[in-house]
């Protein structure tokens, strides 16, 4: 081999040493970071997934799943999904629309029979993008107590409309709380039924699944609240109202790079279902709605990338997950401190990755 063959093959091994450092760089970043950001917001434990083109990049636990038992989170460790399960429950939806069991322009009250007369120009598409004029849970509700879906309905129904539907936006739980029941109604099937059988079990997404703290659930974290600057544990809901369509899931960062691969396929549905999903849906007057909402997912540019994502908060956990859909990139964090903020933190690391090889 002559000395000119060889300079190639040296030029190829600086480079790739070179991607090793910087890889190894982007990861430092990445931790002294979350470490210092956990310690100023208290939070006790944290999941972090960075995923290119649906694989994973990143899957890493810091702090801890269980302060009493002191149990480090690591990347299998389930947290609580708070309103990202939003997405699932559209994607739902999307499947019976695709199906021709559900119009997206049709009534509620076609498939919701004998709700009150106010809510015969709601249609799904507006359930759907919280521009219904649903509003979320009165301040005398009463989080500890069971109900059916019959009861629920009936708090809902019991509610005047806030604005004439399809005029306005205002994010309501109770608009995905209805459509958890309406898709029961028109499938026969409890909506987390619906979404074991369609999404979780053909994605291989073994630990999502509806909330039960009746349920022996490995890898469980704990969630957990700041009083007076003192950690305590989440506050206790009803068993009934930890199964609701607005976000009570359970799973884990592995899941969840399973959803985001899945995603950039047509898996579950077809790309026009999914394009539809991610485009912010418009009021009757043609101007987009104000929360930058389509169907169980918020659009928006960050720092001049195109962004799509939903934040959750639910009993002691929060959650983010934003996907850079034009630069193939998603960050998701998990945490289990009720006042976290995992945007802010899913924001510094995707700003990391987008400038990183």
Known sequence: ??????????????????????GSSTEHSVDDYIHSEMQRQHIPGLSLLVAREGRIV??????LANIELQVPVKPETVFQSGSVGKQFTATAVMMLVEEGK???DETVRQYLKG???TWQPVTIRELLSHTA????????????KDYTEGQLLKIVESIPLAFPPGTQWSYSNLGYLTLGILLHEVTGQFYGDFLQERIFRPLKMDTTRIISEADIVPNRAAGYRLVKGELKNQEWVSPTLNTTADGALYFSILDLAKWDSALYTEKLLTRASLDQMWTVTKLKNGQPNSGHYGFGWSMEYKNGHRMIGHDGAWQGFESNISRYVDDKLTVVVLANLDQADPEVIADHVAKIYLVSP
């Open 58 to 63: 990143r899957a890493q636990g810091y702090g």
């Open 133 to 144: 004029g649903f509003t979320d849970y009165p301040k005398n509700f009463d989080f500890r």
């Open 115 to 117: 709700t009150p007369l």
């Open 1 to 22: 081999m002559t000395r000119l063959a060889l300079i190639p093959l040296a030029l190829f091994f600086t480079l790739e040493t070179l991607a090793q450092v910087a």
């Open 102 to 104: 559900i119009r997206l």
